[in-house]
């Protein structure tokens, strides 16, 4: 059980284009849903929390307006980079909190390259 | 959040015990410890967590410190994909949007 779902595994888009990220639990209800990035040799940084039917809290540094999160029910949070760059290419990856629960289950990652 | 240091990097050969050290001097009280691991091009992976008891699971063990500040994961026998960056993470579950920070992690590599 847990498991979480992430749409794509990988996209590739072109500069000033937008992707939406989908990030899915599958069998459990998860209040709450992380979003991370990480950058190669570099460990996780946590980008967001969001919380279902409310806004999400921005980590310090990360910009709202560019990266919208969207938790609209207990088992769908998506993460839509909006007019990506060649700097925004990554690995993202999201984390969902089993509600009433204190495990943590990730995603597989979405690799984002912008060309 | 306490903060947690681990050594960079480790090597171990496959078939072997291998114990993955994490300190924690500023632990709280209701910290719990957990631990991660990251295959490459993967999401994190939970492998186990602890309070204060020594935890045993499937994948590995966990050996916590009687004051806390210590802790070490044990890996019984060390496979070739168990090669991996292990985070040691502490995370006191408090309010709705407790969270898990990672830091740099210990890479493990298994020698065949």
């Known amino acids: 059980g847990a498991v979480v779902s992430q749409h794509p595994s990988w996209v590739i888009c072109k500069s000033g284009t937008s992707v939406k990220i989908e990030c899915r639990s599958l069998d459990f209800q998860a209040t709450t849903m992380f979003w991370y990035r990480q950058f190669p040799k570099q460990s996780l940084m946590l980008m967001a929390t969001s919380n279902e039917g409310s806004k999400a809290t921005y980590e310090q540094g990360v910009e709202k307006d560019k990266f919208l999160i969207n938790h609209a029910s207990l088992t769908l949070s998506t993460l839509t980079v909006t007019s990506a760059h060649p700097e925004d290419s990554s690995f993202y990856i999201c984390?969902?909190?089993?509600?009433?629960?204190?495990?943590?289950?990730f995603g597989s990652g979405t690799r984002l390259t912008v060309v | 959040d306490a903060k947690t240091t681990q050594p960079n990097s480790m090597e171990s050969n496959e078939e072997e015990p291998v114990h993955l050290p994490c300190n924690h001097s500023?632990?709280?009280?209701?910290?719990?410890i957990h631990w991660y691991r990251q295959l490459p091009s993967q999401g994190p992976e939970y492998v186990i967590h602890g309070l204060t008891s020594n935890v045993n699971n499937r994948m590995a063990s966990l050996a916590i410190a009687e004051d806390r500040k210590s802790s070490t994961l044990i890996l019984h026998r060390a496979t070739l994909r168990d090669a991996a960056v292990y985070y040691c993470i502490l995370n006191s579950y408090t309010g709705a949007n407790s969270k898990l920070t990672f830091g740099k992690g210990i890479t493990l590599s298994v020698r065949p």
């Open positions: 984390s969902a909190k089993r509600t009433g629960m204190g495990g943590y289950t």
């Open positions: 500023t632990i709280s009280g209701t910290d719990y």
